[in-house]
């Protein structure tokens, strides 16, 4: 009896652990919100009305930031720093820059939900969230539809893009120009360029839009939001609400070291962590140092001519070891082991593995296999210059320095998994971009 009671006694102590166990508690925000009322309207074409407020019962420690998201679960959100007072607000441009980051296009309505969260406390479910229905302002922009994708391409580069806006409240006589800024209000830094338009239409090649973002702080060979308007030439605005464009400019980088100009691809490398690495997608090709001096001649082996026009570009310059850490283009820097064997492992885990990196052409080993250069790296069997020669090329061997101090070590792709560190007197030279 006494075994039977011990027994029943411990059953019910596991019972109450195993229930403990799954006794989750989900923290909240304690917040709760005072102003716009739960199901309020905000349509931004409203000219009576040129702000919005939005306020809550208590002000915070920490600071409160303001969340907007298109579904109830907020995940995918516009984060706002509110300051620590119990309101915020925004202009009505502000508000339809906020509302074109969830999707919503010019003139569209949307049911978002709002709600505020404490700074630093973010993660902590929301005690109180509102929905408005809102509207965006219509626009007198009318091509590129509203948050288009363009992506400059560096290959084609006369390619046109149209634009196309509204003139009825214009006279004919009515000079324009289409202007570009990371500003919607297109009071901060504006690249502006003369068109000339025909009942309102003109166009601009990739190149000359690439010459415009040049002009701005976009980030570099990645998806930017960039605002676009038209100006009259009495200086006044077409449209109240700038267009947006989502513009990558062209995958490209110009290295300028004097008189010597010399233009490379570039690839954004997307890795598992979701981190991302801008590599220099061809090996370089100069002979000058960068503040525009020339490299000594006992410093750098060129490609043998007689190898062809095509791989002599493709190959890049053969570089001394000494120098390695020397030659990098301003704002790049030579890559580690470490960051090499880190992007062949994240090659090796996709589809196709390493000729995921490798040109179809100048890669001679693996002409013709499957998935060659779909990350757009370009990658080439070039060989090494050992001794008084290029050696090894126009096969399977790739090698590039490293900025590791190993004497005279660099990294050796043979096909496989492993990256061997041969000892070498100079091999070609990529380099990874220096985002901050």
């Known amino acids: 009896m006494k075994h039977l009671l011990y027994s029943l ?14 006794n989750v508690i989900i923290p909240m925000s304690d917040i709760y919100l005072s102003a716009p ?3 309020a309207t905000i349509d931004l074409n409203d000219l009576s009305t040129d702000e919005y407020s939005f306020s809550w019962e208590k002000p915070l420690e920490n600071g409160a930031k303001l969340f907007f998201c298109a579904s109830r679960d907020f995940k995918q959100t516009v984060k706002i720093d509110a300051g620590k007072s119990t309101s915020f607000a925004m202009s009505a441009l502000a508000a339809d820059q906020y509302f074109s980051q969830l999707g919503i296009k010019a003139g569209q309505e949307a049911l978002l939900y709002w709600t505020v969260k404490e700074t630093g406390n973010t993660a902590a479910a929301a005690s109180d969230a509102r929905t408005i229905r809102v509207k965006r302002m219509s626009t007198k922009l009318l091509k590129p539809e509203d948050m288009a994708a363009v992506a400059l391409a560096e290959n084609a580069p006369e390619t046109a893009v149209q634009f196309e806006w509204d003139t009825t409240e214009w006279p004919e006589s009515t000079s324009y120009s289409l202007c570009f800024s990371l500003d919607p209000e297109m009071k901060q830094t504006v690249a502006e360029q003369s068109v000339e338009a025909i009942a309102g239409k003109s166009s601009l090649t990739h190149e000359e839009l690439q010459a415009l973002l040049d002009q701005l702080a976009i980030k570099r060979w990645t998806s930017n939001s960039v605002y676009w308007n038209v100006k009259t030439s009495s200086g006044q605005l077409v449209s109240r609400s700038s267009g947006v464009l989502n513009m990558t400019e062209m995958m490209r980088f110009i290295d300028v070291r004097g008189d010597e100009k010399i233009t490379y691809r570039v690839a954004r490398i997307a890795y598992s962590d979701g981190t991302s690495l801008v590599w220099l997608a061809d090996n370089l090709r100069t002979t000058k140092y960068p503040d525009g001096t020339d490299i000594e001649a006992a410093n750098y082996m060129n490609t043998p001519a007689s190898l062809g026009e095509g791989r002599v570009k493709a190959y890049g310059v053969h570089y001394h070891y000494d120098i390695r850490d020397k030659i990098a283009p301003k704002g790049w820097h030579l890559p580690t082991i470490q960051e090499y064997k880190t992007l062949f492992a994240e090659a090796g ?6 000729n995921v990196l490798k040109d179809p052409e100048y890669y001679e080993s693996v002409k013709g296999k499957a998935h060659l250069n779909e990350w757009k790296f370009n990658l080439t069997a070039s060989g090494q210059w050992s001794g008084s020669a290029i050696t090894n090329h126009t096969g399977q061997y790739c090698y590039l320095l490293v900025t590791d101090d190993m004497s005279h070590q660099c990294i050796l792709h043979d096909g496989g998994a492993t990256l061997w560190s041969p000892w070498t007197t100079g091999a070609p ?7 901050n």
């Open 37 to 39: 009322q739960d199901g």
């Open 429 to 435: 030279a990529r380099f990874i971009y220096n985002e």
């Open 349 to 354: 885990s996709a589809e196709g593995q390493w």
């Open 9 to 22: 006694l411990g059953i019910l102590l596991l019972a109450g652990c195993k229930e403990d166990k799954y």
